[in-house]
């Protein structure tokens, strides 16, 4: 590598945010036999986990917390539905406000999603 590829912020390998995002690619294809066996995708289980955390959440939340905006999380949240995992509903003192909460059946994908994580992943305890 010459003196002037060095300095220059355009080279892909200069790039902080490249490593990054190959990194995150790595991971979610690390997931990605896992989560077939639990019929999830990435965007889907991240979404899970935090309701098999909180229970109940609004949708504005649980967009700060994932960083997704209302336009990525409202299909995801649509076909979690669908699943029979998710329920979505409207709050009655202000509508504007959309509530989701986690079924019985999205309850229950929790034990299943845990065994595979035990057997597939290291994790943070």
Same mark, same amino acid.
């Not at 504005?60 to 299909?75: A, F, N, Q, V």
């Given at each position: 590598m010459n003196e002037k590829d060095a300095?220059?912020?355009l080279l892909l390998k200069n790039q902080l945010c490249f490593p990054l995002y190959a990194s995150a690619r790595k991971i979610v294809a690390a997931y990605t036999p896992f989560l077939k066996e639990?019929?999830?995708t990435y965007a889907q289980y991240v979404t899970m986990m935090v309701l098999?955390? %909180?229970k109940s959440t609004t949708m504005?939340?649980?967009?700060?917390? !994932?960083? &997704?905006?209302?336009?990525?999380?409202?299909?995801v949240l649509k076909k979690l539905e669908a699943m029979g995992?998710?329920?979505?509903?409207?709050?009655?003192?202000? %509508?504007?406000?959309?509530m989701v909460e986690i079924t019985p059946d999205g !309850?229950? &994908?929790?034990?299943k999603a845990l065994k595979g994580i035990v057997?597939?992943?290291v994790f943070l305890v």
């Open positions: 300095c220059n912020p639990i019929g999830l098999w955390e %909180e504005h939340d649980l967009g700060k917390r !994932l960083y &997704l905006d209302s336009g990525t999380l409202t299909p995992y998710v329920k979505r509903s409207r709050k009655p003192e202000d %509508e504007r406000i959309v !309850l229950a &994908l929790r034990d057997k597939n992943f």
